[in-house]
């Protein structure tokens, strides 16, 4: 069973539409949000209501761009579609907008409507490699195929005259690198789940970083973050260091790709998970990136979570002119997308992991033990929140470990009947640390008993 909610807020010049799209069953609560601002103003929303006309439909108004964005955009003919067709004429009226949920194991891309209308979704999942024992890593290219076919599945039941805008919600911390001219990715992307980097962690605290790094990213010293991650991609592969190498997150290579190659970006929610962030500034910080030996003019721009990003390009395989409009890691994504909007509101959703996400406000709190500190989100207008965070990494994971590995489910939904079937455990327990342990212990050489 499915609940949709569409939010309208008021802002000071803007009102923002987030689609929040909750999914509920035995493995996935929560699905997450899309953040997505339009062109709005606040005169005309006080306009429409005065002349009684309710609650406003989505329209085409045009969204300014920044000048970083004018730059460094090229032009692109807006004619045709990617498939080389006329695109219909756009409508006035805009009547739904598209989230893209790219998580671990699958890619989701759902639109959601304006009125009563029941969501429109597609879902395919992608191959999970695991080389070596602890290591886990995604075929970058499959995944951005998976989520241009889903999108444009979406897109061609809805139609493109009808979107007003898409968003983009990922697994946080997953990392690869690639070449921005040829747009092919320098092997596989190294996932969170990754511990491959435990020693060099090891090494970091016991040199004294951890204090620095506590104070400026609100992390811990855990190969789950996506520095060592890089560090490590730079160190064991044949990379070039030149101007054409990319280091990013998953939503950094939607959005690339999703442009053409046009916009290379990531959100500062993303940002905050990759241990080279100053949360602070919402801005990299050269001092760690040098420690962990990640060249800073390799990551993207940091923009805001909601605003727009870019449009969907002409020769990127999906229907062109779509504006991007929000991007926010899953989990912050999960915050906004349930209503947590405000200080001491909290969120624990369901996936392949568990994450307990409080939002604290717009100062950023001290480090507190056992617990992360990261951007909840940051908006058009310039407003940042803060959220402190408990990771516990393997859930729904290991119900898939139950039914794919030691056969004792037939279907995920049997655990729960599996359960009801005895009275209690017997005394006996399982610590599924299969990637080690989260919040608040941070153990990664722990393993599942």
Request: hydrophobic share 40%; aromatic share 8%.
């Amino acid at each position: 069973m499915s609940a949709v909610f569409l939010i309208f807020f008021r802002g000071d010049s803007t009102v923002g539409a987030i689609a929040g799209v909750l999914i509920s069953g035995p493995l996935y609560l929560g699905f997450g949000a899309v953040m997505a601002k339009f062109g709005y103003q606040r005169t005309r929303m006080n306009d429409l209501r005065r002349a009684g006309k309710g609650k406003p439909e989505l329209d085409n108004e045009p969204v300014a761009t920044s000048d970083t964005e004018q730059s460094r955009s090229k032009p692109a003919p807006t004619s045709r579609t990617a498939s080389g067709g006329n695109r219909p004429k756009s409508s006035s009226r805009k009547r739904c907008v598209i989230a893209i949920d790219a998580g671990t194991t699958g890619v989701r891309s759902r639109a959601v409507f304006v009125d009563d209308r029941p969501p429109v979704a597609a879902y395919r999942e992608f191959a999970q490699h695991y080389p070596s024992p602890g290591w886990v890593e995604h075929d970058a290219t499959e995944i951005w195929n998976v989520a241009a076919s889903t999108l444009r599945q979406v897109v061609d039941e809805v139609g493109v005259a009808n979107v007003a805008a898409l968003g983009i919600t990922n697994q946080r911390e997953t990392v690869l690198a690639w070449n921005r001219s040829t747009g092919e990715p320098y092997g596989t992307a190294i996932v969170w789940q990754d511990r491959r980097t435990a020693d060099r962690c090891e090494a970091l605290a016991a040199d004294g970083h951890l204090p620095l790094i506590r104070e400026r990213t609100g992390l811990v010293l855990d190969p789950y973050f996506s520095g060592t991650k890089a560090a490590w991609l730079l160190e064991h592969r044949d990379i070039p260091l030149h101007d054409d190498l990319a280091i990013g997150t998953i939503d950094s290579w939607l959005v690339w790709n999703l442009t053409g190659g046009r916009r290379f970006v990531t959100d500062v929610t993303n940002a905050s998970r990759t241990m080279l962030c100053d949360i602070r500034r919402c801005a990299w910080d050269p001092e760690l990136c040098e420690l962990l030996g990640v060249p800073i003019e390799a990551l993207p721009e940091i923009v805001a979570s909601s605003g727009r990003i870019g449009i969907t390009a002409p020769d990127c395989g999906v229907p062109e002119g779509i504006p991007i409009s929000g991007i926010a890691g899953d989990q912050q994504a999960a915050l906004f997308g349930q209503a947590c909007v405000e200080p001491g509101m909290a969120k624990n959703t369901y996936g392949t992991g568990s994450f307990v996400l409080l939002n604290v406000g717009e100062t950023c709190p001290p480090a507190t033990d056992g617990m992360l500190t990261t951007v909840a989100w940051k908006l058009a207008d310039g407003t940042v929140h803060y959220a402190l965070e408990g990771s516990i990494f393997v859930t729904g994971a290991a119900v898939q470990w139950l039914r794919d590995q030691l056969g004792l489910l037939v279907t995920a939904a049997d655990s729960q009947k599996l359960a009801r079937s005895v009275p209690d455990s017997a005394g006996v327990y399982m610590v599924p640390a299969f990637t080690g342990l989260g919040a608040p212990h941070w153990a990664p050489a722990a393993q599942g008993l």
